[in-house]
């Protein structure tokens, strides 16, 4: 483990901070506190108790906004006004969760007849392992946080090491708004971190990341004495189908936002483009017309859509996914290249376009996670184009276009994923659970699903007499 954390703006490349890492000692004591002092003190509130506090902290990311997103810019490059954007955002999930979390925690009585009574009550897990995203630290890291706190788990959160101030600030919104010390924790430093942490005891295990990190975690959970509950969410390469009988304008601008915001640094980002024989030459036409409009620099600027990759190294997997789609027949119609920056610690990719794309491709079969989409042609063969959008290790999301309910219908149906769009994409709703098939992960965050993931139930036979 390291002995320190040093952050960066991945724009600049000035540090930004020299950050204390946790160790085997501080995570051990750690894991002790939020055991016995955190959890126990969260539980002597009440619901109502906590909701109010969760109120109270959500006031607070309205009065700290400014701050907030100018951190979260500085913290991993995402442009300033979509730094705003996922902080208003959050504050609707959370809202949910205050609202809902009733509806899961009151008992549920199954049976009361004669002298006999069965319910259920939902108790809380425990300590919660919260081991989170640097892409989008707001909503991964609060999708956790929010309903644990609220259903009474006490949680240690690692903030990825890319969103690390962030994910302190997140720490200490939550402790100023009433909840105790030891019942969010959070701990820093880099991947070695997470594995010393899942080595303890811990009652559920909740991660965002990478599919190999993801199954990783998975067995060294179980090969300790506690069994965990594990929710891992691992990305996805996520299609998207255009029929012919689409607006292409407007559909063109809604996938490309899909595939480029965040930098198509997103779990759901558009990553696959499946696009009609009839009207593929106008969609291209139109796409890259889109695209071409994108700002790119500055993160900090107003109207910056694409800033720097939060992670440099991520740089060499898109550069050799170019090249493999170039070598196999694609054609680079935009972007492409870095932008030099004359900075070791700061990596620019220019938003790019491959069409001619096909399955022999790097592009259109690994996850991506940048600002690179490849586009391929299709027939009127729907099962054709199933099987394509279905050739992936992964299942997050899955999108048609088309003013055809029923050509939707027959898609999506037929899709293994575990959330699909009919005329949108990129979406993400605190009313429906986010749960991934395959290689995307296992468990679900939001809806009421996800407030009950992070409760047990227990059976009561009662029997008067």
């Not at 055991?35 to 003190?41: E, L």
């Not at 029929?243 to 490309?256: E, P, R, S």
């Not at 870095?338 to 990719?349: F, Q």
Request: net charge neutral.
């Amino acid at each position: 483990m390291l002995e320190n954390l040093t952050v960066r703006n991945p724009a600049t490349g000035v540090v930004l901070s020299e950050l204390k890492c946790d160790d085997a000692g501080s995570i051990s004591l750690k894991f002790d506190a939020a055991q016995k002092d955190g959890f126990q003190s969260l539980n002597s509130m009440n619901l109502d108790e906590r909701k109010k506090s969760m109120i109270k902290f959500n006031d607070l990311l309205e009065k700290n906004m400014n701050h907030l997103a100018v951190t979260l810019t500085n913290d991993m490059g995402k442009p300033l006004k979509q730094s705003f954007n996922e902080i208003r955002g959050v504050r609707q999930r959370i809202s949910f969760f205050i609202e809902n979390v009733d509806k899961v925690m009151k008992d549920n009585v199954v049976f009361d007849q004669d002298n006999m009574k069965e319910f259920i009550a939902a108790e809380p897990l425990g300590v919660i392992a919260n081991i989170s995203a640097w892409n989008y630290p707001y909503f991964v890291g609060l999708n956790v946080i929010v309903p644990a706190l609220l259903t009474g788990n006490s949680v240690l959160y690692k903030p990825s090491e890319y969103a690390a101030l962030t994910g302190l600030e997140i720490v200490k919104l939550l402790h100023q708004a009433g909840f105790p010390a030891n019942s969010i924790i959070s701990l820093i430093g880099n991947g070695a971190v997470g594995s010393e942490l899942i080595k303890l005891p811990v009652n559920g295990v909740f991660f965002t990341g990478s599919y190999k990190t993801g199954q990783n975690i998975a067995k060294n959970t179980f090969e300790h004495k506690l069994l965990s509950k594990i929710q891992l969410e691992l990305g996805g390469k996520d299609p998207v189908y255009i029929h012919n009988d689409v607006d292409i304008l407007q559909v063109a601008a809604a996938v490309a936002d899909g595939a480029f915001y965040n930098c198509g640094q997103s779990c759901c980002s558009v990553e696959r483009i499946y696009v009609h024989e009839e009207i593929y030459d106008k969609f291209i036409e139109a796409f890259v017309n889109e695209v071409k409009t994108y700002k790119i620099g500055d993160p900090m600027a107003e109207d910056t859509y694409i800033g720097p990759l939060a992670r440099k190294q991520q740089l060499k997997v898109l550069q050799k996914q170019i090249d493999d789609a170039k070598a196999k027949g694609g054609r680079l119609l935009l972007g492409g290249h870095k932008i030099d920056k004359n900075n070791e610690h700061v990596a620019y990719l220019e938003p790019t376009v491959i069409d001619n794309a096909n399955h022999q491709m790097l592009l259109m079969t690994e996850e991506s996670f940048g600002p690179i989409i490849g586009i391929q042609k299709v027939t009127s063969n729907i099962d054709d184009t199933i099987t394509l959008m279905n050739d992936s290790e992964y299942g997050l999301t899955s999108s048609v276009y088309s003013k055809d309910k029923n050509v939707a219908k027959t898609i999506l149906s037929k899709m293994k994923s575990g959330t699909t769009y009919w005329n949108c994409c990129d979406r993400v709703s605190p009313r429906l659970p986010w749960t991934g098939r395959q290689n995307s992960g296992m468990g679900c965050v939001l809806g009421l699903e996800g407030i009950k993931t992070f409760t047990q139930p227990k059976s009561y036979h009662w029997k008067s007499v």
